[in-house]
């Protein structure tokens, strides 16, 4: 057999194959019958949007490169080197633990690069031994870890209050949905259209997920709440399985449940701000004693003159 012929049987013998597998793609597939089921189910619902929340972000893209860093870190390194951060803090911005992960390499890595590209302009301009800019970048790279950190934190206690604003207004629109004669499902429904905040939508997503995963609206709030750290959605929940359960009338709790919300809105920003107040204090005193200082140099270089 000659070697062109061997040659045109083995690129047959390839394409053949290549055909196959992609008829075997092709070909549907018959899904076990228990895990469809499990799917289906609440609880299999719940396990799937869990899952989902801790692999993919919700505003970014499967391309994203705190993804592919964050993906790489957990496989290799050590569980302890991320530091502590709340699960809770991550679920209420939306951010994947691989998305935090990757975020902290992505910050280390600029301080690795841009430390030695710092060193490097600093002996071009003075004479330093060469451990200072290796300490330098370690130093540079070890702070920029922590940031992500720091930024989580402070961006939850944020989002955590805009939440509270919103959720306030979303009770408010509750109740007068209920007044009209709305039952409890349709009223949050409406209420949650309403606006276009990430807050409204995020309430939108939770209802309309409980169409087909068997839970209670209710039961979904007290899961979010859960999930992000706001006890105020398990307040909100208990209040409509009052009357999603009982037939019970709620306008006043809505209401008085809105006002509340609005009051301790209202004291929180009232103690920040004399927060501030108090710690602006001190440098306006100081600017104070410097103005005046300036004020009496003169005179006492003039009296100590003559």
């Known amino acids: 057999m000659s070697t062109t012929l061997q040659l045109l049987l083995a690129a047959g013998g390839l394409l053949g194959l290549g055909l196959a597998l992609v008829l075997a793609q092709l070909v549907p597939s018959h899904p076990d019958l228990g895990q469809a089921l499990h799917r289906l189910s609440p609880a299999g619902a719940q396990q799937a949007h869990t899952a989902q929340m801790r692999t993919t972000p919700r505003s970014d893209g499967p391309g994203d490169v705190r993804e592919v860093l964050g993906a790489w870190g957990a496989r290799h390194l050590p569980a302890g080197l991320w530091g502590k951060v709340s699960p809770a803090d991550l679920a209420v911005l ?80 509750v109740a007068l949905e209920m007044a009209s004669g709305s039952g409890p499902r349709q009223a949050m429904e409406a209420a949650a259209a309403v606006g276009d905040s990430w807050v409204f939508a995020r309430m939108r997503e939770e209802l309309s997920r409980t169409r087909w995963s068997g839970l209670t609206a209710w039961d979904a709030l007290r899961q979010l709440g859960d999930e992000i750290d706001m ?76």
Not at 104 to 127: D, H, Q, R
Not at 163 to 173: C, H, K
Not at 237 to 262: F, N, V
């Open 94 to 173: 939306g951010m994947s633990p691989t998305q935090f992960y990757g975020e902290k390499i992505l910050y280390a890595s600029i301080g690795v690069v841009a430390g030695p590209v710092l060193a490097w302009a600093a002996m071009v301009t003075f004479a330093i031994p060469v451990y200072v800019p290796v300490l330098a970048t370690l130093v540079l790279a070890g702070g920029l870890w922590f940031i992500p950190t720091y930024n989580v934190t402070t961006d939850a206690r944020t989002a955590r209050v805009e939440f509270s604003r919103a959720l306030g207004a979303f009770v408010d629109l």
């Open 231 to 306: 006890p105020d959605l398990h307040e909100l929940a208990d209040i409509m399985r009052l009357s999603g359960e009982d037939g019970a009338r709620i306008y006043p709790q809505l209401k008085a449940r809105a006002t509340s919300m609005r009051s301790a809105i209202l004291s929180a920003q009232k103690t920040r701000a004399n927060e501030v107040s108090e710690r602006m204090t001190l440098p306006m005193t100081l600017l104070g004693l410097i103005f005046l200082l300036i004020l009496i140099t003169p005179q006492m270089l003039r009296m100590v003159s003559s």
